[in-house]
Each structure stands twice: as structure tokens, then as C-alpha cells.
């Protein structure tokens, strides 16, 4: 490697200028000259290029002797970050984002017996008599979220669980029969996302919709809640469901460069 001319860059502004290099590269500017990198960062033409023939030799950008472009290799870089966050951390960015696109309370839960964890919240105001916090826990089987995750069990998995469990009625409209439950976790199974209308408290409306990881296996479930003066049913599977439907996609994605991110709420 060629070295350092400039004795006063030290290692930590050497590597922030080396950042700054890659950076400026974006989908406006795929492919650059030396001068236009060196016009974009505003570095010196004789450092660019010290930059960019080192980034070169390490593998994270291509050069056919006029042009520089980045290459796959520095995805690298962001797949080891992501690689260290838990499932909460993942998913937040994409919570708030979402939140910020409906309006609306959106949060993501994992199954942990028979009931569902918050995991990752991100409120608009408080649409329910009992504050949901992280680790707020509800039965699964009133919940949008719960259903998701109950849809995704195997066969064994789902007899058990409603043979064991009694629905009580939380709200009037409780799903309270086996029979009626099963029915409605099967139609979930079919189409993938679940909306629930008012049965863990009245005035409470929720769609749904399963996190996978890179295995294909749900690990968690997403949803989008609104009062139900605010958002009538029509209204939540037209308006809500797209964007939630995109944001699961979004954390699934992230998931499948964190393979373990998903095994633990941590």
C-alpha cells in the first residue's frame, strides 16, 4: 500500500476520508472520474487517488483506468452492522417510518406461550385503557398480531394450542369459539395478514402481518392499530395494509442478512 504523504492525517481522518470517498458515490453519481471524486468530497486530486487505489486493492471499487464505481464488496459493510442488531433494532427504523406514513400506532410482537410480547412500539396516542409498553403482554388469540403468529404454527402446534386454550370474551366482539378461532386463523394462513375489529377492547382496530426470517420462518408479526372511529374495516384493508404489508417486507429483508436476529427479542 502506498504510503501516507500527508504525515499530519492521522488513522482516525484517514479512515473518515475513506469513508467520505465511498459516500460520494450515490445513484446520481454511479461512476466518477478522479477529479469529479475529488470535486465531490473536496479532497486534495493527490489524496482522491491515494483513496481510491486503495479502496481498489481491497476489493470495494472498480476502476477501468478512467472511471471508479463502488462493487458489491462494500454491502459488506452494512450486512456486518446489521448482523449485530437484535430483532427490535431492526425493526424500529422501519416502525417509525411507517408510523410517520399511516399515522398511526404500529408495533411488532413476538409468541412466547400463549401470549404475544411487544417487542418494538412506536405510538401516536393512546387508542386503549391499558398503556402498551415494551413486554406488554396480551392473549394471542384476540389480537391481530397473535393471530399471525398462531396462523403460522403447524397443525399439531394449532390443535394443541385450542384444545388447551378457553378465549375469554375481552370485549363484545371476542372470538370466543375453538371452531370459529380455527376458521379465521385458517383464512389468515390463506391470505397473510389479519385484521381484527374491536375484540380485545372495543373501540380498537388492528391489521396484521408476519415477519420471516431468512429460513421462511415467522418469527414475529407487525401491525398497524387505529381507534375504530377513525378507520372503519374497508378502510384499514385499502389504506393500512399496503404500507404495512411493504414495512414487513422492508424487516424481513434486514433479517435475512441478520440470520440471528430473529431467535431472539434480546
Same mark, same amino acid.
Given at each position: 500500500? /502506498?504510503?501516507?504523504? +500527508?504525515?499530519?492525517?492521522?488513522?482516525?481522518?484517514?479512515?473518515?476520508?475513506?469513508?467520505?470517498?465511498?459516500?460520494?458515490?450515490?445513484?446520481?453519481?454511479?461512476?466518477?472520474?478522479?477529479?469529479?471524486?475529488?470535486?465531490?468530497?473536496? !479532497?486534495?486530486?493527490?489524496?482522491?487517488?491515494?483513496?481510491?487505489?486503495?479502496?481498489?486493492? $481491497?476489493?470495494?471499487?472498480?476502476? +477501468?483506468?478512467?472511471?471508479?464505481?463502488?462493487?458489491?464488496?462494500? !454491502? /459488506?459493510?452494512?450486512?456486518?452492522?446489521?448482523?449485530?442488531?437484535?430483532?427490535?433494532?431492526?425493526? %424500529?427504523?422501519?416502525?417509525?417510518?411507517?408510523?410517520?406514513?399511516?399515522?398511526? &400506532?404500529?408495533?411488532?410482537?413476538?409468541?412466547?406461550?400463549?401470549?404475544?410480547?411487544?417487542?418494538?412500539?412506536?405510538?401516536?396516542?393512546?387508542?386503549?385503557?391499558?398503556?402498551?409498553?415494551?413486554?406488554?403482554?396480551?392473549?394471542?388469540?384476540?389480537?391481530?398480531?397473535?393471530?399471525?403468529?398462531?396462523?403460522?404454527?403447524?397443525?399439531?402446534?394449532?390443535?394443541?394450542?385450542?384444545?388447551?386454550?378457553?378465549?375469554?370474551?375481552?370485549?363484545?366482539?371476542?372470538?370466543? &369459539?375453538?371452531?370459529?378461532?380455527?376458521?379465521?386463523? /385458517?383464512?389468515?394462513?390463506?391470505?397473510?395478514?389479519?385484521?381484527?375489529?374491536?375484540?380485545?377492547?372495543?373501540?380498537?382496530? &388492528?391489521?396484521?402481518?408476519?415477519?420471516?426470517?431468512?429460513?421462511?420462518?415467522?418469527?414475529?408479526?407487525?401491525?398497524?392499530?387505529?381507534?375504530?372511529?377513525?378507520?372503519?374495516?374497508?378502510?384499514?384493508?385499502?389504506? $393500512?395494509?399496503?404500507? !404495512? !404489508?411493504?414495512?414487513?417486507?422492508?424487516?424481513?429483508?434486514?433479517?435475512?442478512?441478520?440470520? %440471528?436476529?430473529? &431467535?431472539?427479542?434480546?
Amino acid at each position: 500500500m /502506498e504510503p501516507e504523504a +500527508d504525515s499530519g492525517v492521522g488513522p482516525v481522518q484517514s479512515l473518515a476520508r475513506g469513508l467520505m470517498v465511498i459516500r460520494a458515490f450515490d445513484e446520481t453519481r454511479p461512476e466518477m472520474t478522479l477529479s469529479e471524486v475529488a470535486r465531490t468530497t473536496g !479532497l486534495s486530486r493527490a489524496s482522491t487517488r491515494r483513496f481510491l487505489h486503495t479502496l481498489v486493492q $481491497l476489493g470495494y471499487v472498480w476502476t +477501468d483506468g478512467r472511471l471508479f464505481a463502488l462493487t458489491p464488496r462494500v !454491502l /459488506e459493510l452494512g450486512f456486518s452492522y446489521l448482523s449485530s442488531l437484535s430483532l427490535p433494532e431492526i425493526a %424500529q427504523p422501519h416502525l417509525e417510518r411507517l408510523t410517520a406514513q399511516v399515522h398511526e &400506532s404500529v408495533s411488532v410482537s413476538v409468541l412466547d406461550g400463549d401470549e404475544i410480547v411487544y417487542v418494538g412500539r412506536v405510538p401516536t396516542s393512546r387508542i386503549m385503557t391499558v398503556a402498551i409498553n415494551i413486554g406488554t403482554r396480551f392473549p394471542a388469540y384476540a389480537t391481530s398480531m397473535g393471530r399471525v403468529l398462531l396462523a403460522s404454527l403447524d397443525e399439531a402446534e394449532l390443535a394443541e394450542y385450542l384444545d388447551r386454550v378457553r378465549p375469554e370474551p375481552l370485549a363484545p366482539q371476542t372470538v370466543t &369459539s375453538a371452531g370459529e378461532l380455527r376458521r379465521e386463523l /385458517e383464512r389468515i394462513r390463506s391470505q397473510g395478514w389479519a385484521i381484527v375489529d374491536q375484540e380485545l377492547e372495543a373501540g380498537l382496530r &388492528s391489521v396484521a402481518a408476519p415477519i420471516r426470517d431468512r429460513s421462511d420462518r415467522v418469527v414475529a408479526a407487525v401491525n398497524v392499530s387505529s381507534h375504530a372511529s377513525r378507520t372503519g374495516p374497508e378502510q384499514a384493508r385499502e389504506e $393500512l395494509l399496503p404500507p !404495512l !404489508l411493504e414495512t414487513a417486507a422492508r424487516i424481513e429483508a434486514d433479517l435475512r442478512v441478520a440470520p %440471528q436476529a430473529g &431467535s431472539s427479542a434480546r
